[in-house]
């Protein structure tokens, strides 16, 4: 709950669609920065997701500092809850709290569409810009510098059969 001394701090802001920043990564999905944690005083972000059809998504991975919700709003889109993979459509939403497994993807001939919400508003947009760099550079990366890359923002890879 925000305390009444403390909401001068937050200065509302209406910030228009043209001035979020996108990236699109190497399998053709597009993240949009709609309200990264710089413009909500660090107390959430909120991306949208636009996946291609027939993406991996990511792995299974867990944040040890920040929960991730994600709200499907367009298609279908395969998300693991930390016990199972399971089908999210228009409407569905799932809440990932720190600590806890989960990965997505879009298995589908169709595009899908959903947003993402951390919290608190860590600065994940400087690891999606990396790996759309490295997507567009062709670069291509040791295990050793993907486990590098994933620690420095917060991301580590989990076995699904590790469960959490």
Not at 45 to 58: D, I, K, Q, S, V
Request: glycine share 10%; hydrophobic share 35%; net charge negative.
């Amino acid at each position: 709950m925000t305390h009444l001394a403390d909401a001068t701090a937050a200065v509302p802001g209406f910030h228009p669609a043209t001035d979020a920043e996108e990236v699109t990564l190497g399998s053709g999905s597009v993240a949009r920065f709609v309200a990264p944690g710089r413009l909500t005083q660090g107390r959430f972000g909120l991306f949208e997701w636009r996946l291609a059809p027939h993406t991996g998504g990511t792995d299974t991975h867990l944040h040890r500092t920040f929960s991730e919700s994600f709200y499907v709003t367009a298609g279908t889109v395969r998300l693991y809850d930390g016990r199972r993979w399971v089908t999210g459509r228009p409407g569905d939403f799932l809440h990932v709290p720190e600590g806890r497994a989960h990965g997505y993807r879009n298995e589908t001939a169709d595009p899908a569409a959903m947003l993402v919400l951390f919290a608190p508003g860590a600065p994940r947009e400087a690891y999606f810009r990396e790996l759309a760099e490295i997507g567009a550079s062709g670069r291509t990366l040791s295990d050793d510098e993907w486990v590098d890359l994933w620690a420095r923002h917060d991301q580590y890879r989990v076995d699904p059969a590790d469960r959490d």
